[in-house]
C-alpha cells in the first residue's frame, strides 16, 4: 500500500502536470477554437480533480480516517459510567492519572482500579486502523471482537488491531469501542 505521503506527492505531480499541459495546450495548439477549448479544459478538469484529491489528504486528520471516534468505559451492567472523544488523536494511553503523569483515558474511577497500572495499555493509529497494546507482562489486557464469545488476552509486545464494536478489558474494567 502506498503511503499517505506518496500519495500527496504525486497528486502533486499530476496537478502540476496538468496545469502546463492546458497552458501549453492553449498557447501553441494552432488548431480550431473549440478544439483547443475542449483540450485545454479536459486537462483543467484533470488539475481540478486531483487538486481536490490532495487538499483532502492535506486538511483531513489522520485518525478522522478511521471510523473509531469514541471509547466508553462500562459498569457491570452494560451502562456508560464515562466516555472519551479520539477523534484526531493518533495515540492514547490508558491508565490512571497521577500527580506528576496524565494519562488520555484514565480509568481511576473504575470499580478495579486497584488492579490497573498508572501505564497499563497503549492504543495507536497506524495504517487507517487503531492497535491496541499492554505494557506489563504478563498482560491483563485482553480483548472481545464485535459479535465474538471469545475475550483473547494480548500476549508479549504484539498490537492487535481493535474495530467499532469491540470491546477491551482492562483488568475487569470494561471499554467498548465505537
Not at 456508560?80 to 495515540?91: E, F, L, N, R, T
Not at 490508558?94 to 488492579?115: P, R, T
Not at 492497535?131 to 492487535?160: A, D, F, I, W
Amino acid at each position: 500500500m502506498l503511503s499517505r505521503k506518496y500519495l500527496q506527492y504525486l497528486d502533486g505531480i499530476i496537478v502540476f502536470l496538468a496545469i502546463v499541459l492546458c497552458i501549453f495546450t492553449y498557447q501553441y495548439f494552432n488548431q480550431d477554437m473549440i478544439e483547443k477549448n475542449i483540450v485545454a479544459g479536459v486537462f483543467v478538469v484533470i488539475a481540478l480533480y486531483y487538486s481536490a484529491k490532495l487538499w483532502r489528504r492535506c486538511c483531513q486528520p489522520v485518525a478522522a480516517c478511521n471510523n473509531i471516534s469514541t471509547i466508553l468505559m462500562l459498569n457491570d451492567n452494560g451502562n456508560v459510567i464515562k466516555q472519551w472523544d479520539i477523534q484526531g488523536k493518533v495515540s492514547l494511553l490508558i491508565g490512571k492519572n497521577k500527580k506528576n503523569k496524565d494519562v488520555d483515558i484514565d480509568l481511576s474511577e473504575s470499580m478495579y482500579d486497584a488492579l490497573i497500572y498508572d501505564e497499563h495499555a497503549l492504543l495507536n493509529f497506524a495504517a487507517n486502523s487503531w492497535y491496541l497494546e499492554g505494557l506489563h507482562v504478563p498482560s491483563s489486557v485482553s480483548l472481545k471482537k464485535s459479535g465474538g464469545q471469545m475475550r483473547y488476552r494480548l500476549t508479549g509486545n504484539r498490537p492487535c488491531k481493535v474495530a467499532s464494536g469491540d470491546m477491551i478489558y482492562i483488568a475487569n474494567t470494561r471499554l467498548m469501542i465505537k
